[in-house]
């Protein structure tokens, strides 16, 4: 049973940076598509990066040149960089994967079933 764990979150001053860590216990990062979600107080989750297993990534709007998304192979660990953070950044980021296989690889519809417990980013 895969399952996630989350890592590096803390408080940052505006125009900051920060690096959080997803790690896998029980299994190894196979899936076809991995990705990081947050959710602020009041708000829906949003994703806001992908990676699949060709190495395409995809960001949300609200972050795309800030952030990188990433996977370390001899770690296996994937990670997320956060560049320039403001305010509206704050909040419980989690990493997700999918199933081993999604076909046709389109990581936007995918159903991510492994999840972490998130961690918490503070800007302010």
């Known amino acids: 049973h895969v399952q996630l764990v989350e890592s590096g979150g803390g408080s940052v001053q505006e125009g900051g940076s920060l690096t959080i860590s997803c790690t896998t216990s029980g299994g190894t990062f196979n899936s076809d598509c991995m990705a990081w979600f947050r959710q602020s107080p009041g708000k829906e989750r949003e994703r806001v990066a992908i990676?699949?297993?060709?190495?395409?990534?995809t960001y949300s709007d609200s972050v795309k040149g800030r952030i990188t998304i990433s996977h370390d192979n001899a770690k296996d660990t994937m990670s997320l960089q956060l560049n320039i953070l403001r305010s509206e950044d704050s909040g419980t980021y989690y990493c997700?994967?999918?199933?081993?296989?999604?076909?046709?690889?389109?990581?936007?519809?995918?159903?991510?079933?492994?999840w972490g417990q998130g961690t918490q980013v503070t800007v302010s």
């Open positions: 990676l699949d297993s060709q190495g395409s990534t």
């Open positions: 997700a994967s999918s199933n081993i296989a999604v076909v046709p690889l389109d990581c936007r519809g995918a159903d991510y079933v492994h």
